[in-house]
T-cell receptor, first 112, second 113 residues
Framework: KNQVEQSPQSLIILEGKNCTLQ??????????LRWYKQDTGRGPVSLTI?????NTKSNGRYTATLDADTKQSSLHITASQLSDSASYIC???????????FGKGTTLSVSS | GAVVSQHPSRVICKSGTSVKIECRSL??????MFWYRQFPKQSLMLMAT?????????EQGVEKDKFLINHASLTLSTLTVTSAHPEDSSFYIC?????????FGPGTRLTVL
């Protein structure tokens, strides 16, 4: 069964600290993996997208890694800011044209 | 990047009424649009996939007669929740796909009293 599991479910960190969110998937065949940020009451916004051959991709303070062999991905947030408080969703795409498979997300709260 | 808009952003209606939500791709043509529903603290759940000019494909458990989808043009898809009931209260998000990726709208919060 194609699944995407994220951990932790929620996380609280102090402003300025770094954090890493995890994503494990069992989707096969695999096309690409995306990380989205979803603010409360808003639609998801794409942070990164990686294909099978990419190991890492950065977008400002966000750095995503992908290990296609172990089917694991991580999202590292550097020097967190209050505005980083949101839900971070890992989404995996199988074959082209098939539906995206969503993780349940990690809720990040950054406090001052 | 590609922009997807939704209207309205928030709607409150009485039980038994119908509500229409519009989804537009503003700067690209979307051959495929998706409608999702998201309950509090839950992940997005795909409701249906629609291709321009053809009937939508609904996910298992989603009533096609209750959630009417029309994808009349390459930039517009509409979701109509017919005879809405309180259990239909949710956050509805559309998404549009072009060759470059899949982009999400800002969502519509539906509250049925």
């Amino acid at each position: 069964k194609n699944q995407v599991e994220q951990s932790p479910q929620s996380l609280i960190i102090l402003e300025g600290k770094n954090c890493t969110l995890q994503c494990n998937y069992t989707v096969s065949p695999f096309s690409n993996l995306r990380w989205y940020k979803q603010d409360t009451g808003r639609g998801p916004v794409s942070l990164t997208i990686m294909t099978f051959s990419e190991n890492t991709k950065s977008n400002g303070r966000y750095t995503a890694t992908l290990d296609a062999d172990t089917k694991q991905s991580s999202l590292h947030i550097t020097a967190s800011q209050l505005s980083d408080s949101a839900s971070y969703i890992c989404v995996v795409s199988g074959q082209a044209g098939t539906a995206l498979i969503f993780g349940k997300g990690t809720t990040l709260s950054v406090s001052s | 990047g590609a922009v997807v808009s939704q209207h309205p952003s928030r709607v409150i209606c009485k039980s038994g009424t119908s509500v229409k939500i519009e989804c537009r791709s503003l700067d690209f043509q979307a051959t495929t649009m998706f409608w999702y529903r998201q309950f509090p603290k839950q992940s997005l759940m795909l409701m249906a996939t629609s291709n321009e000019g053809s009937k939508a494909t609904y996910e298992q458990g989603v009533e096609k007669d209750k959630f009417l989808i029309n994808h009349a043009s390459l930039t517009l898809s509409t979701l109509t929740v017919t005879s809405a009931h309180p259990e239909d209260s949710s956050f509805y998000i559309c998404s549009a796909r072009d060759g470059g990726g899949q982009f999400f709208g800002p969502g519509t919060r539906l509250t049925v009293l």
